[in-house]
């Protein structure tokens, strides 16, 4: 049997080169830098192993010479089996499981513990850590990587923020100072640093280096400690750029496609944090042709680095002691990038007065500007613009816009699960529809009433996806500002009603909001209804 490992070529390169160089599947798995967890299922496929997402209650936990694994009388549980000792797997099964799932109290030191929880982070594919305090316990989960919150572990609270204020050191935040909120970085080109103030944190990045990553921490007060998020940023990760390949449907492509074509105007992007909004403008950075075209960006911070687009990361204003601007500010770079001429300008996030005129400027005088907003959807998109922008003559305004898409992460239910039909059936009747949040209720009863629909409650997996689930897919409303649109807004001095608004967007271009294209995904059991009411 041939494996099916879903290796990128440097990924793949690197997974060769370990082998010949002696290692284990595993060992060769994680230095190849693979993140994709699919891969450790592959394995466990291959040499007859069963895999579990964590190991169960009740199993004790063994340490021998220095490596960890759980066992109980039916079998032992283990992300690497190549490391049992024989004495375990003779009469007992090998199950896997992901690395490092424990409980209760903290051994080893405490950058040993940051050690592996950052190195699982990036090897899972988990977006970010939070640590929070409660009155006994520090509880650390993560955001997998179908978006979900799971907790990590639990350590009791005087370790718990004995562990946090080591990583804070590491990162630049000032302990001494946890009753205001506070940001840090830990950049993982410190490792070349020569400061001999950052000998800690170069040895700490020395300890993570096959798992290059960024962190950027955010601390603030609360009334039981400090509690702080871990954003992770993998370094030397290969971006898929490809909108058919990270689920578009073939109208959204042919739709999305042209548009960053374009000489001029404003393309924005919104959701929420983590629906997707970076790797869609990757994706149209491509399409806008860094090879014959000049591309600009400016991002908080670079997540990724993107061949043939010069990327400046704004940092937060931020002064040195005589007082002088030291940081950069989007509004700053725009204007800085402007005169060296760009054809395509990328404005990480329009969220203040100033960014927002500057990028409308910058599209107004032939550059295209692509960027993102907080808005929660397609048509409040245009409202907040207006609202950022303070400009009497909305015209101004509203002429630069030329597309905005509205888009969400959502778990697609793994087809085979679906076929054995291990997802269990709810009917969406007026018992359900009354337990509902209000809001969605009106939407449910006219498209899905009376219809069968998928709940995430899978009790049993294919045991080849994660849970149940095939990945997130995005849901997107996409609506392009046509001059009809344009000049109605104009018209109605930008306050006007949805429903008039989007009877416009259908006519003129066939128009479906976000919210329409999930309803559709709901409806053809490709998402379950919880995931649903979720992003709405
Ligand atoms: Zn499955």
């Known amino acids: ?100 799932r424990g409980a209760g109290a903290v051994e080893g030191s405490e950058e040993d513990f940051w050690v592996s929880l950052i190195r699982d982070a990036v090897l899972n594919g988990w977006g970010d850590i939070h640590y929070e305090p409660s009155e006994s316990i520090y509880r650390i989960r993560i955001r997998n990587d179908l978006g979900k919150i799971e907790t990590y572990r639990k350590v009791e609270k005087e ?8 990583f804070l050191n590491l990162a630049g935040v000032p302990t001494s100072m946890l009753h205001v909120p506070q940001d840090g970085r830990i950049s993982f080109g410190d ?41 992770i940023l993998p370094r ?98 725009i204007r800085a990038f402007m005169r060296q001429n760009p054809d395509v300008i990328v404005v990480g996030e329009i969220r203040d007065e100033e960014t927002a005129r500057t990028a409308i400027q910058a599209s107004n005088t032939g550059h295209l500007v692509i960027s993102t907003l907080h808005a929660n959807d397609e048509i409040e998109a245009v409202k907040r613009l207006l609202d950022l922008a303070q400009e009497k003559d909305i015209a101004k305004v509203v002429n630069q816009i030329r597309l905005i898409v509205a888009q969400r992460l959502v778990p697609v239910v793994c087809p085979e699960c679906r076929e054995m039909g291990f997802f269990p059936k709810v009917e969406v009747n007026d018992l359900f529809l009354s337990r509902v949040p209000v809001e969605i209720r009106k939407l449910l009863e006219e498209r899905v009433k009376g219809q069968e629909v998928l709940s995430s409650a899978v009790r049993e997996t294919c045991g080849k996806c994660r849970g149940g689930f095939a990945g997130r897919r995005p849901v997107v409303g996409i609506l392009e500002m046509t001059r009809e649109l344009r000049d109605f807004v104009v018209r109605k001095e930008g306050i006007f009603e949805t429903d008039e608004f989007m009877k416009i967007a259908r006519d003129n ?28």
């Open 159 to 166: 370790q718990g923020e004995r562990l946090l204020r080591r």
């Open 236 to 333: 030397n990760r290969t971006i898929s750029t490809d909108l058919a390949s990270l689920g578009y449907s073939p109208e959204a492509i042919k739709k999305l496609s042209g548009y960053p074509k374009l000489s001029k105007g404003l393309i924005l992007v919104v959701g929420p944090t983590g629906s997707g909004k970076s790797t869609l403008i990757w994706a149209m950075e491509k399409l806008a042709d860094p090879e014959k075209r000049k591309i600009v960006s400016i991002e908080d911070p670079i997540e990724a680095e993107v061949p043939g687009v010069q990327q400046v990361e704004v940092k937060l204003p931020v002064y040195d002691k005589d007082g002088k601007l030291i940081g950069v500010d989007f509004a700053t770079a």
């Open 509 to 536: 271009s066939g128009y479906r909001s976000y919210v329409e294209d999930a309803v559709e995904k709901l409806r053809a059991n490709e998402i379950t209804i919880e995931d649903f009411i979720e992003i709405l």
């Open 1 to 100: 049997m041939e494996l099916q490992l879903k290796l990128t070529e440097p990924e793949k390169e690197a997974f060769e080169l370990a082998l010949e160089k002696g290692m284990n599947f595993f060992e060769a798995l994680r230095f190849s830098g693979s993140v994709l967890p699919e891969n450790y299922r592959v394995l466990a496929d291959h040499y007859g192993y069963r895999f579990l997402p964590e190991v169960p209650e009740g199993a004790s936990r063994v340490e021998s010479e220095g490596f960890v694994f759980y066992t109980d009388e039916k079998a032992v549980y283990t992300h690497n089996p190549f490391r049992i000792p024989a004495e375990y797997t003779i009469d007992r099964a090998i199950v896997i499981v992901p690395p490092s």
């Open 191 to 231: 490792i070349k640093s020569n400061e001999p103030s950052k000998k800690s944190l170069r040895e700490f990045l020395e300890k993570i280096k096959d798992t290059p990553c960024d962190m950027r921490i955010s601390v603030i007060p609360t009334n039981k400690g400090p509690s702080a998020v871990i954003r």
